[in-house]
């Protein structure tokens, strides 16, 4: 057992853990906020949306690194697969759309001129 072995590893995954609830809990809140929303708000809202989205790929990514793979007794490839899927969201990068961006430029310089 991970526990008994090693209390360092059962630490590593207890952390693990935390992080993942704790992003799990917060990313249904941002589905449940966004449900919720008109699709303006969202719109005019979409990059701060964006933001929380790479946080949460980073976070759960940073979870899926503390877990001690080795002592899981995994296949190598699975293993590989796991680090893999660790690089790919702490460098993926969520966009908006270049017809929202564009749609966004309009109503910000709109916005600027009134003031």
């Known amino acids: 057992?991970?526990?008994?072995?090693?209390?360092?590893?059962?630490?590593s995954l207890d952390s693990a853990v935390q992080i993942l609830d704790r992003e799990?809990?917060?990313s249904k809140k941002l589905v449940m906020e966004c449900t919720k929303r008109?699709?303006?708000y969202l719109l005019l809202n979409c990059r701060?949306?964006?933001?929380?989205?790479?946080?949460?790929?980073?976070e759960i990514s940073r979870?899926?690194?503390l877990i001690p793979v080795a002592?899981?007794?995994?296949?190598i490839g699975i293993s590989e697969e796991i680090e893999r899927l660790c690089?790919?969201?702490i460098k993926a990068e969520c966009k908006a759309t270049?017809?929202?961006v564009k749609i966004l430029e309009r109503i910000e310089s709109g916005i600027q001129e009134e003031c």
Do not use: T
């Not at 002592?71 to 296949?75: K, T």
């Open 71 to 75: 002592s899981l007794e995994l296949s």
């Open 48 to 58: 701060k949306i964006v933001k929380r989205l790479e946080g949460m790929m980073r």
């Open 1 to 11: 057992m991970i526990g008994k072995n090693n209390p360092q590893k059962s630490k």
């Open 98 to 100: 270049i017809v929202e």
């Open 87 to 89: 690089d790919d969201m």
């Open 63 to 65: 979870a899926l690194g």
């Open 38 to 40: 008109n699709k303006v």
């Open 24 to 26: 799990i809990w917060a």
